[in-house]
């Protein structure tokens, strides 16, 4: 059975950091690219970054670049979002998603086939 399992969700204050993780279980972890996805109530889904684990290649959206690192350990199947700088817009419902071999969907929006459950990230002012 695919799951993916987020954690790692909290309470700060803005400027500071928080470090997600995405834990996979049930396929082929080396095919597949890894992408962190944030939601708040009425507003569409946004995809936050993603690592293409074949080669390497990550995508930041423009809000979070130089902000947000994505990394993998393939050894544990886990894919983390460290989160430096954090703002009170950061604050979401923070998903991770798996889509074959590349970012493609993560950047387009495209249909994702897995999905974790989510974690929350709630950064005060």
């Known amino acids: 059975e695919v799951q993916l399992q987020a954690s790692g969700g909290g309470w700060v204050q803005a400027g500071g950091f928080l470090r997600l993780s995405c834990e996979a279980y049930?396929?082929?972890?080396?095919?597949?690219?890894i992408g962190w996805f944030r939601q708040v109530p009425g507003k569409e889904r946004e995809g936050v970054s993603c690592i293409n684990k074949r080669d390497g290649s990550t995508y930041y959206a423009d809000p979070v670049k130089g902000r947000f690192t994505i990394s993998s350990d393939n050894a544990k199947n886990t894919v983390y979002l460290q989160m430096n700088s954090l703002k009170p817009e950061d604050s979401a419902l923070y998903y991770c998603a798996a889509e074959l071999y590349n970012c493609l969907n993560t950047v387009t929006g495209g249909a994702m086939p897995y999905w974790g459950e989510g974690t929350q990230v709630t950064v005060s002012s």
């Open positions: 049930g396929f082929s972890f080396d095919d597949y690219a």
